[in-house]
């Protein structure tokens, strides 16, 4: 079975902090995402990377920043922690190539409090 | 660009009632197109998919048909339980940015009742 943990389930942190947040997978996946959720919006991509020292911007960038060193660890990161970023994130790969690039496996997310 | 519609929710049933939830889609080309399903206190996950028009994914009972000439992928299952309580997402591939991206709709939210 595919894999996807996330560092945290919850986490609480206070404004201005620099946040980070972990994601591994463990099935060799090219692709990975980070999403943002939030109660009547959805689904919302921040960031992906489809290989190791890749990234690209997806719709909500601002705010944050990703770093992707090994093929199994997608990091998220929260430069200077506001309020309006207090969700759930959830992490999600996808192997590479045709069809099967768009079965992604989500991890469990990290609900994330700033106050 | 690409998107995708959903009804809102929330949905509330009773067990082994038939459920639909409406899902239209805006989008060049030919996308494949999918269901995740999130559970309480969990990532999505897969239910079903379809890569092209008139195929017809199914998974635990539920299924959906690719409509090309209505822009649809309605999910539909006969008889509903309480197991189903969970948030439902469209979603279909962005064919038009980088490979694995999907664009979801807002989620639909179903309670079944006992």
């Known amino acids: 079975d595919v894999k996807v943990t996330q560092s945290s389930r919850y986490l609480v942190k206070r404004t201005g902090e620099k946040v980070f947040l972990e994601c591994v997978q463990d099935m060799d996946h090219e692709n990975m995402f980070w999403y943002r959720q939030d109660p009547g919006l959805g689904l919302r991509l921040i960031y992906f990377s489809y290989d190791v020292k890749m990234k690209e911007k997806g719709d909500i960038p601002e705010g944050y920043s990703v770093s992707r060193e090994k093929k199994e660890r997608f990091s998220l990161i929260l430069e200077s922690a506001s309020t309006n970023q207090t969700s759930m994130y959830l992490c999600?790969?996808?192997?590479?190539?045709?069809?099967?690039?768009?079965?992604?496996?989500f991890g469990p997310g990290t609900r994330l409090t700033v106050t | 660009g690409n998107s995708v519609t959903q009804m809102e929710g929330p949905v509330t049933l009773s067990e082994e009632a038939f459920l639909t939830i409406n899902c239209t889609y805006t989008a060049t080309g030919y996308p494949s197109l999918f269901w995740y399903v999130q559970y309480p206190g969990e990532g999505l996950q897969l239910l079903l998919k379809?890569?092209?028009?008139?195929d017809k994914g199914s998974n635990k009972g539920f299924e959906a048909t690719y409509r090309k000439e209505t822009t649809s992928f309605h999910l539909e299952k006969g008889s509903v339980q309480v197991s189903d309580s969970a948030v439902y997402f469209c979603?279909?591939?962005?064919?038009?940015?980088?490979?694995?991206?999907?664009?979801f709709g807002k989620g639909t939210k179903l309670s079944v009742k006992p």
């Open positions: 979603a279909l591939s962005d064919r038009g940015g980088s490979q694995g991206n999907l664009i």
């Open positions: 379809a890569t092209k028009a008139d």
């Open positions: 999600a790969s996808s192997p590479s190539g045709g069809n099967r690039a768009y079965e992604q496996y």
